[in-house]
C-alpha cells in the first residue's frame, strides 16, 4: 500500500518562501494524481494545488496561484510544493495525498493515500 510522507513545514516571515516534500514509498506515483491540501484551525480541509504525475498536468486554487508552485522529480517517487510570497493566511497543516483525478474542484474523497501532514506557519 502507498505510503506517503511530508517533510519541509517550519516557521517563515511573511513574504517568505519554503518547500514541501511528499515522498512515496512501497510503491511509485506513476499511475496516480497527487494533491496537496491544507487545514487551518477551525477551518476545512481546502485543496491547494495537484499533479498528474503521468502528464504533468497541473491545478491550483484561486488563494495561491502564482505563488505557489507543483512539481515531481523524475522518477515520480515526490511531489513537491514550491510555497513563496506566504501570507499569514497560509498557515495550516499541509497534507499530500494521492487519488485518481487531479481537477480544479479538489474533491477530496477522490484522493486514497494520505501523509501525516507538516505543519507551515507564517508569522512575524
Known amino acids: 500500500q502507498l505510503q506517503l510522507v511530508e517533510s519541509g513545514g517550519g516557521l517563515v516571515q511573511p513574504g517568505g518562501s519554503l518547500r514541501l516534500s511528499c515522498a512515496a514509498s512501497r510503491s511509485t506515483l506513476d499511475h496516480y494524481s497527487v494533491g496537496w491540501w491544507r487545514q487551518a484551525p477551525g477551518k476545512e480541509r481546502e485543496g491547494v494545488s495537484c499533479i498528474t504525475i503521468s502528464s504533468g498536468a497541473t491545478n491550483y486554487a484561486h488563494s495561491v496561484k502564482g505563488r505557489f508552485t507543483i512539481s515531481k522529480n523524475n522518477t515520480n517517487i515526490a511531489v513537491y510544493l514550491e510555497m513563496t510570497s506566504l501570507r499569514p493566511e497560509d498557515t495550516a497543516i499541509y497534507y499530500c495525498?494521492?487519488?485518481?483525478?487531479?481537477?480544479?474542484?479538489?474533491?477530496?474523497?477522490?484522493?486514497?493515500?494520505w501523509g501525516q501532514g507538516a505543519q507551515v506557519t507564517v508569522s512575524s
Open positions: 495525498a494521492a487519488g485518481i483525478l487531479c481537477d480544479a474542484d479538489f474533491r477530496d474523497y477522490e484522493y486514497l493515500y
